[in-house]
């Protein structure tokens, strides 16, 4: 029997597809870490432009987990 006492997981600011990822496992936003990630993309001459970008912190708790199987029997999942 192995328990966690957190998980984490940060997201890209622009990612809708991994927050809903992050909402639907029951993680809960925290902040956001502005500036937090440098990232890359080519340029029209082909070269590499780097720029900051945000991301979102989220956490899961084993507390947020209570009450969770009991919602997933009566509703069927």
């Known amino acids: 029997d192995q328990r966690f006492e957190r998980l984490e997981m940060r997201t890209a600011a622009g990612n809708t597809a991994a ?3 992050a909402q639907k496992t029951g993680c809960i936003s925290e902040g956001v870490l ?6 890359r993309t080519r340029t029209e001459d ?6 900051r970008t945000d991301l ?3 956490s899961l708790l084993p507390e947020d987990l ?11 999942g």
């Not at 502005?34 to 990232?39: D, H, L, N, P, Y």
């Not at 009450?67 to 069927?76: I, M, P």
């Open 19 to 21: 927050q809903q990822v």
């Open 34 to 39: 502005r500036g937090a990630r440098i990232a």
């Open 56 to 58: 979102i912190v989220w």
């Open 46 to 51: 082909g070269s590499w432009a780097e720029f």
């Open 66 to 76: 209570e009450g969770v199987g009991e919602q997933l029997a009566e509703s069927g």
